[in-house]
């Protein structure tokens, strides 16, 4: 069974006819697998007491059972059942907050009319005077078409909202960058572009999120030849930026290198197709990518010009079995692919020090605890596990960098850059099989990546 979860928190308001009554309501939630977080007395009198159970449960399924088991209780019943994660989303996650004061008329004709004409005009003279003077500056349009959202798959554009709202606090809170959902409701690549490039003069950046590939890669590859703006796409780069540098500390601790390695890849979508790229541009020379039907070669037939490059580019000894097979011998497994592809007999036939990134979300390619009988470092994309490979290690603080240099556009040095800074978070003293990246919550890492980025692009400026 798998464990509870504060995704499925919930708090079960009860009412107990006695206070010993209280003492077995939390043993029934126990009893039924949750696991307790806390116990508040909201109401107390001659008749009992109202109590507040919160606790974690698994699933869904899993809240609804809780509040059964309290009932049958003799002397207890729920009055009310509340799913702590909607609650959180009630209403959104976003405001918009003024940065000057508008209190008196002087503030109002300097913010906007009169006053504000002549910074229109300036800017109208001088375009570039838009990332001075505007939000442009410091903000970043989250743009998706809920084609491909988290393993949800095509849920459209407005059921993409609260991810969407969910990345643009996580760039508030982690690097003082201001993003905004832009959910479209077109999954055509030529609309999408269009509508894009018609509203980017509003941000500083474009953070691709959740649009499916093959597509996801020309939308990129056209918004990056059209738009004079970093245009980024979160599943692949960033989920390759932070896979790099947890890469290279986990290699640290094995005693293996990246040219050297092994490297067997499950899942040929955005996020394999940009690892496998990264990987390849920082020295690795052996690498296996498999999709459904097993290894891509250049035996098989492709359906699109991506897959076609991987299998051009990687797999030098032509391997044409399926997944199980290409890992036998490997040094590293890394999974964006599905869940329970492989069982822990498929990671002892690894070679010895073994490392393996199972990071299909919320469940991975093989469990966790599987994998650890056998590999010297496992990683995942959970929050539960040590070794949380997260892309919030990579896209605020990449953004930061990017916004404070001036950046036009996003070149690989700026990529492996991002990833250099991951990893070095990481100190000497510090890294271990179970702590390959630094926390999510380190407030390092987000200034270590923003400096990194910035100095290429200002390094790049120099140069030019």
């Known amino acids: 069974m798998p464990a509870p979860s504060p995704g499925y928190a919930v708090t079960l308001r009860v009412e107990v006819k006695a206070a010993s009554l209280t003492g077995e309501v939390t043993q029934a939630v126990i009893a039924a697998g949750a696991v307790l977080t806390a116990l508040d007395v909201v109401e107390s009198g001659p008749a009992g007491l109202v109590v507040d159970v919160t606790c974690d449960a698994v699933d869904a399924a899993h809240s609804a059972s809780l509040a059964a088991a309290v009932e049958a209780i003799p002397g207890a019943s729920v009055r009310k059942a509340s799913d702590r994660t909607f609650l959180v989303h009630l209403g959104g996650k976003l405001e918009v907050v003024p940065t ?6 002087d503030d109002l004709s300097r913010a906007y009319t009169p006053g504000v004409a002549r910074i229109c005009r300036a800017i109208a003279e001088n375009p570039a005077d838009a990332r001075r003077l505007t939000i442009k500056r410091n903000t970043v349009a989250i743009v998706t078409d809920g084609s491909a959202v988290l393993g949800l798959g095509n849920i459209g554009p407005a059921a993409a909202l609260p991810v969407m709202e969910g990345k643009a606090a996580l760039f508030k809170q982690f690097a003082g960058v201001d993003a905004w959902p832009v959910c479209i409701d077109r999954q055509d690549v030529d609309g999408i572009v269009e ?5 980017s003069s509003t941000y500083g950046g474009i953070n691709l999120e959740d649009i499916s590939a093959p597509r996801c890669f020309e939308i990129e590859r056209r918004l990056r030849e059209l738009l004079d703006i970093p245009v980024f796409h979160d599943d692949q780069h960033g989920t390759a930026i932070v896979v790099l540098a947890a890469l290279k500390n986990a290699l640290r601790v094995v005693g293996k290198t990246l040219p050297r390695a092994r490297i067997v890849v ?4 955005a996020a394999g197709h940009a690892i496998i790229r990264l990987l390849q541009i920082q020295g ?3 690498i296996i990518a498999c999709d459904r039907q097993g290894a891509l070669h250049s035996g098989r037939a492709y359906r699109d010009a991506d897959r076609a490059w991987i ?13 199980a097979e290409a890992l036998r011998g490997a040094d590293v497994f890394i999974g964006v692919s599905g869940p329970d592809l492989l069982t822990g007999d498929d990671i002892a036939a690894m070679a010895p020090g073994a490392i393996v990134f199972a990071l299909a979300n919320p ?3 093989v469990a966790p605890a599987a994998a650890a009988e056998h590999a010297a470092v496992v990683a995942t994309g959970r929050s539960d596990y040590p070794n949380q490979i997260n892309n919030v290690l990579a896209f605020p603080g990449f953004f930061r960098g990017m916004l404070n240099g001036g950046a036009n556009e996003i070149t690989d040095a700026h990529l492996l850059a991002a990833s250099d800074a991951i990893a070095d978070a990481v100190g000497p003293e510090e890294l271990n099989a179970s702590y390959i990246v630094p926390s999510v919550f380190d407030p390092r890492v987000a200034v270590l990546v923003a400096d990194a980025v910035e100095s290429v692009v200002r390094a790049g400026e120099r140069s030019a």
Request: proline share 12%.
């Open 311 to 323: 299998a051009e580019t990687t797999n030098p000894g032509q391997f044409a079995g399926p997944l």
């Open 284 to 286: 690795a020379q052996d």
């Open 100 to 105: 000057v004061p508008l209190k008196h008329r």
């Open 363 to 365: 469940d991975p390619e």
């Open 266 to 269: 499950s899942g040929v979508g």
């Open 195 to 199: 509508i894009v490039q018609a509203l």
